[in-house]
């Protein structure tokens, strides 16, 4: 009773601070509440938003690493190549690529391209069809920057050199003499800073294309010197250059082969 009374004649002053503490207390909440209804709209906004629709192009890329030189043909383009989808964005707008596959085909690459990289327009070029003669073949080595090679071009006809180590003597001798080339090309490697090397297509006899083989087995460098109108023919025994190559690659071998083991005494 007397807490009654006491509140009902307690002064103005004390009723309004009573009040308005109330009123904050309420208007805490709202805004609270508010707040909280709004981060709640604002999350739940991100979650059923759709991401912005990227505009996707196939694109023709490598299906692994091409070394300079190669050669697309209807037979190979498909195991070389292959389609894939990739952001419009990320391809510049002046890029002139490779569309479709039978562009590739009687092209060759004028530059190392790596597994999943696209072909521009100027990274292929085509062979001399007219330059071919019947039963040639066609094969390309890579060459040093170095020397002739500014001189070369399609109808040049060129001597072609190895070079190997052997022991602490570098062994240089005469792969090719005379043969006919049809296409060249700068390397540009796009792990490296500057191209390293360019490659050469020539018309040569089946049976050259063993002594290329065996060359390459041997990591031999390539030198190619252009012939002058008058140049005379080089001293060149075709068995006796396979017979090298071969013997320098049975010794390299002989020295890598495990050695017997001994049986054990019973």
């Given amino acids: 009773m ?8 307690a002064p103005p002053r004390m009723l309004a601070m009573s009040c308005c503490g109330s009123s904050r207390k309420n208007s805490v909440l709202i805004i609270l509440s508010a707040l909280l209804l709004l981060g709640v709209i604002a999350v739940w906004r991100v979650a059923t938003e759709k991401p912005p629709q990227v505009e996707m192009v196939r694109v023709l890329v490598a299906t692994r690493d091409l070394p ?3 050669a697309f ?7 070389l190549t292959g389609f894939i989808e990739f952001p419009r964005s990320g391809i510049p707008e002046e890029s ?5 596959k039978d562009e590739l085909v009687s092209k060759r690459l004028s530059r190392v391209t790596h597994q999943g990289e696209w072909f521009y327009v100027a990274d292929v070029g085509g062979i001399k069809s007219d330059l071919l ?3 040639k073949d066609v094969i390309s080595i890579p060459v040093a920057r170095a020397g002739s090679q500014g001189f070369i071009g399609p ?3 060129v001597d072609v050199f190895a070079g190997y180590v052997e022991g602490n003597e570098r062994q ?5 003499p005379d043969v006919l080339v049809l296409s060249v090309g700068l390397a540009s490697d796009l792990t490296k800073d500057e191209p390293s090397e360019g490659w050469v297509s020539f018309a040569v006899d089946p049976k050259h294309v063993l002594l290329i083989a065996l060359a390459n087995q041997l990591n031999c460098a390539f030198e190619v010197v252009v012939r002058g109108p008058d140049s005379p023919n080089r001293n060149y025994d075709y068995d006796k250059t396979l017979a090298r190559l071969k013997e320098v690659i049975e010794k390299r071998e002989s020295r890598i082969a495990p050695a017997p083991r001994a049986k054990d005494d019973q």
């Fill in 2 to 9: 007397m807490a009654h009374y006491a509140r009902a004649f």
């Fill in 68 to 70: 300079t030189g190669t």
């Fill in 96 to 100: 002139r690529l490779i569309q479709r």
């Fill in 73 to 79: 043909t209807k037979e190979n383009v498909d195991q």
């Fill in 155 to 157: 109808g040049s006809r």
């Fill in 172 to 176: 240089v001798f005469t792969l090719l």
């Fill in 133 to 135: 003669e019947p039963g």
